[in-house]
């Protein structure tokens, strides 16, 4: 069975930065896409950034590009989401999902399926 455990979240101030950290194991020798996504309430879960098994191709929302970066080393996990000039519209829970093979980055929650238990990230004005 995988495992897939999110941490970082945490509160900050609009402008300020976070890093989220994201591990999936437990398939030897299995490489994973992996993805955040985030809800708020009970609004639907949104796509925030996706990489792909070797780490040379990315995917952003357009409400994150420029200010989020999504990266790996070759491959392996951990998977990092570094999150610059946050604003307030930012806060959300964020979750870590993860997808075994795969060629590319994908977008919808329905392709990803490991999922993690979700870190809080608040943005406060």
């Known amino acids: 069975q995988v495992q897939v455990v999110e941490s970082g979240g945490g509160s900050v101030q609009a402008g300020g930065s976070l890093r989220l950290t994201c591990t999936a194991s437990?398939?030897?020798?299995?490489?994973?896409?992996m993805a955040w996504f985030r809800q708020v309430s009970d609004k639907e879960r949104e796509f925030v950034a996706a990489?792909?098994?070797?780490?040379?191709?990315?995917d952003y929302a357009d409400s994150v590009k420029g200010r989020f970066t999504i990266s790996r080393d070759n491959g392996r996990s951990p998977v990092y989401l570094q999150m610059n000039s946050l604003k307030e519209e930012d806060t959300a829970l964020y979750f870590c999902a993860a997808r075994p093979l795969g060629f590319g980055t994908f977008r919808r929650p329905i392709e990803y399926e490991y999922w993690g238990q979700g870190t809080q990230v608040t943005v406060s004005s």
């Open positions: 990489i792909n098994i070797i780490g040379d191709m990315t």
């Open positions: 437990g398939r030897a020798g299995v490489r994973f896409v």
